[in-house]
């Protein structure tokens, strides 16, 4: 079984349903820590259909989806910021699939994607509680920093040089 990794509208099928996967998880994750409960239906489908998405989409933006064996499995998102910056974000994997190699290949290419923008400097927010996430982006490179942005949500900040 292998892994391929290709650009795909934000708002395909595929991606669609795997934002869902990725927005259900981690705010679950985060209203169960702190709230006790988990993600109130209505709030996950505002989440699903916020505008950001549109900050994905060439030029300014990437999205990534990555499959496994044709399934769509994973993705991530590149947006190029002024600066030379891009940032990093909705990076998922579904949980079947997880240790697989899949992550490691969504970062890998969606930095290339933003080379491939112009941008020089990779930066990324996340949460304490997502600790796989700030696992993954310490082995491939990216060293914590000050923030960046005032995320009410994030707890860690990463910066990687693009060489």
Do not use: C, Q
Not at 80 to 91: H, I, K, N, S, W
Not at 108 to 134: K, W
Not at 148 to 158: L, S
Request: hydrophobic letters at 35%.
């Amino acid at each position: 079984m292998t892994w391929t990794v290709t650009p795909e509208a934000p708002d395909s099928p595929a991606a669609t349903a795997l934002w869902r996967a990725y927005y259900t998880e981690v705010s679950d994750r985060y209203y169960v820590l702190h709230e006790g409960r988990r993600t109130d239906p209505a709030e996950l489908e505002r989440e699903i259909a916020a505008p950001g998405r549109d900050e994905l989409r060439p030029p300014k933006g990437r999205l990534l989806v990555a499959r496994y064996a044709g399934e769509a499995a994973g993705t991530a998102g590149v947006r190029l910021l002024p600066g030379g910056a891009a940032e990093l974000t909705r990076v998922f994997v579904t949980e079947s699939l997880r240790g697989r190699g899949g992550a490691p290949l969504l970062v890998r290419a969606a930095e290339e994607a933003a080379r491939a923008m112009g941008a020089s400097r990779m930066i990324l927010d996340t949460r304490s509680d997502l600790t796989e996430a700030r696992a993954l982006y310490a082995r491939l490179g990216y060293t914590e920093t000050e923030p960046h942005n005032d995320d009410p949500y994030a707890d860690h900040w990463f910066t990687k040089t693009l060489g």
